[in-house]
């Protein structure tokens, strides 16, 4: 399996007033195409700025990201958010859909914003389908309980068929019945279409379901 | 239609509501104003078109755009009669006086047979005015509900009994006998200026070569040349116009800018969204861009339909002709679009720049 992911001794540290705040004091990973990977760590670890990282949402301080194969730290805004846009979803801990699109709005959105021209009701259909979503396509985020509207933005998120997709935290605001629900569609969605996932998680049982476990400490990569 | 520009506007029904309407004042300003100047402008030409003669005969000063004075003796009509190439002259009384409608109006003192001869005018309702006070009226006066024999207030308190209806408009809308303004303005054998119909158009300069020889010191002009529109007679008038223009535009400019600062504020996390997803800075400007310029849109349908509604209603009270004319109302709508556009563009910019981290943890 190719190497989808790798990150070099990145660093990143925080200039708050006068006081420089180090989040991340040299981590090093690297992930294999339809990889599950979980990151676990205690609050203030690095975990978040990690993932903004590899998202190319920050710039390391040191260090260096290849996202299949593409350097995103020597690139500009601009191309970060090109390579962002072609091979990274995002799912957050606090589904940040927009309020005023359906869910069939958002992953249409989501299209538009990829760029490539593509408008394919179908692939959208396909993918709420499977996320078991088909009846709540037009729906607005209000109208959807937690764990329908965490599928829907794991929908958004893989819609463009992402290289990884980046999940943070995806089931802390849900209970464990939709926890479970949707740690089953990430599931899903690594072994059926070997989608690449890397997961921040506080739960046991989430990282359980994943295939590797990284554990975080201090900005550093402990275990 | 399940788009974000479209549902953002209707998720703030009130405020989008309070957008189109800053924008469409600016439009419907721009509207009124030149549709105002223009339609005054058209009237008095299209009433000064329909005045025949070619030359009019008076006194330096005695004729301004909103003042006059006669004090020229009746005399010279006898007397411009008699120089070759004349066909006829009249004597005409310009009296203006102070009136509700636009600040100032106008009645003339007409000899109405020569008048009424030498202008084509006719009688279309009642006859003409035969006592001090009777006038007749054009068509465009008596639409404001002054039939024959209902009386109008000219100048002063006396009221004066309308004895007929004339078309097509020439000069001002009102006219009585020249005796009975004379009598009024205790002006005996006088009158403001001569109008002189010339046998033969083409010879006009020639003609009035001839009067001033034989009458130097006094002032003749040709018709054509005297009526001219309100805005060359107006100094400034299109420099006005413009800084109005101007005005409009920053209104627009300003309304959006608010606007759309406000409502980014308000959707800073839906920026940060944007952003994690991959949407690039030209993406996030083109559609603040878009969501103004459908306020700007909206604002103008509005503001057109503000405009014609209080045309009309203006109109309808006072009387006041209002004239909308292509170029300006493409120029207004370029001042809506523009002006939204521009305004929409720093709050723009301001978004395309937040660090979407930050703007993710907005609360």
């Known amino acids: 399996m190719a190497t989808i992911l790798k990150a070099d001794n990145l660093e990143k540290v925080y200039r708050v007033g006068k006081v420089d705040v180090p989040a991340l004091r040299g981590v090093s990973l690297a992930a294999q195409e339809g990889e599950f990977v979980a990151v676990m760590g205690p609050s203030g670890c690095g975990k978040s700025t990690m993932l903004h990282l590899l998202g190319g949402l920050l710039t390391p301080t040191k260090g260096r990201i290849l996202i299949d194969g593409e350097d995103m730290t020597a690139a500009s805004d601009a191309k970060r958010t090109d390579i962002r846009r072609r091979k990274i979803g995002f799912v957050f801990q606090r589904f940040n859909l927009f309020p005023t699109l359906t869910a069939e709005g958002n992953l249409r959105l989501a299209e538009r914003i990829h760029g490539n021209g593509a408008d394919d009701p179908g692939h959208r259909r396909e993918i709420l389908r499977l996320l078991r979503l088909e009846d709540k396509m037009h729906h607005k985020p209000l109208e959807l309980s937690g764990g329908e509207q965490q599928r829907v933005a794991l929908a958004r998120a893989v819609v463009n068929r992402p290289a990884i997709v980046l999940a943070d935290e995806p089931t802390g605001n849900l209970d464990s019945e939709n926890s479970e629900l949707v740690l089953k569609m990430f599931r899903e969605l690594n072994n059926r279409f070997n989608q690449t996932i890397i997961m921040i998680t506080h739960n046991p049982e989430a990282a359980a379901a994943c295939q590797r476990i990284i554990q975080m400490r201090d900005g550093h990569i402990v275990n | ?363």
């Open chain 2, 1 to 363: 239609m399940d788009s974000l520009v479209v549902s953002n506007i209707r998720q703030r029904p009130l405020r989008s509501a309070i957008s189109i309407l800053g924008v469409a004042l600016g439009v419907a300003l721009v509207m009124l104003f030149t549709g105002l100047a223009h339609g005054m402008s058209d009237d008095l030409q299209k009433r000064s078109s329909n005045v025949r003669a070619e030359i009019i005969f008076t006194r330096p000063g005695s004729l301004q755009l909103t003042s006059s004075s006669a004090n020229l003796n009746t005399r010279y009509v006898e007397l411009l009669q008699k120089i070759e190439g004349v066909e006829s002259a009249t004597p005409v009384i310009r009296y203006f006086y102070p009136s509700g409608s636009f600040g100032v109006d106008q009645v003339e003192g007409v000899e109405w047979d020569g008048f009424s001869k030498m202008n084509n005018l006719r009688l279309v309702r009642g006859h003409a005015p035969n006592s001090p006070d009777e006038i007749v009226i054009d068509e465009t006066k008596a639409a404001r509900n002054h039939p024959v024999g209902s009386t109008l207030k000219v100048f002063g308190d006396k009221l004066y009994r309308v004895a007929g209806i004339y078309a097509p408009e020439s000069g001002a809308r009102a006219k009585m006998t020249l005796a009975a303004l004379q009598d009024a303005l205790e002006a005996p054998q006088k009158c403001t200026f001569i109008y002189v119909k010339v046998k033969n158009p083409d010879e006009q300069v020639a003609v009035a070569k001839r009067i001033d020889q034989a009458f130097p010191g006094n002032k003749i002009q040709f018709t054509r040349e005297v009526f001219a529109s309100i805005e060359s007679s107006i100094p400034g008038l299109n420099i006005f116009l413009r800084v109005l223009v101007l005005l409009a535009a920053i209104v627009s400019a300003l309304v959006i800018m608010l606007a759309m600062h406000t409502t980014i504020t308000e959707r800073t996390r839906e920026i940060g969204i944007l952003k994690a997803m991959g949407a690039s800075r030209g993406y996030i400007i083109s559609e603040i861009e878009r969501e103004a310029l459908l306020i700007s849109f909206l604002g103008l349908i509005v503001g057109f339909a503000l405009a014609a509604i209080a045309g009309f209603g203006i109109h309808k009270a006072t009387g006041l002709i209002f004239s909308f004319g292509g170029w300006w109302a493409l120029t207004a709508a370029l001042i809506g679009l523009l002006g939204g556009a521009l305004g929409a563009f720093y709050p723009a910019a301001r978004a395309a720049n937040l660090d979407p981290v930050n703007a993710l943890a907005y609360e």
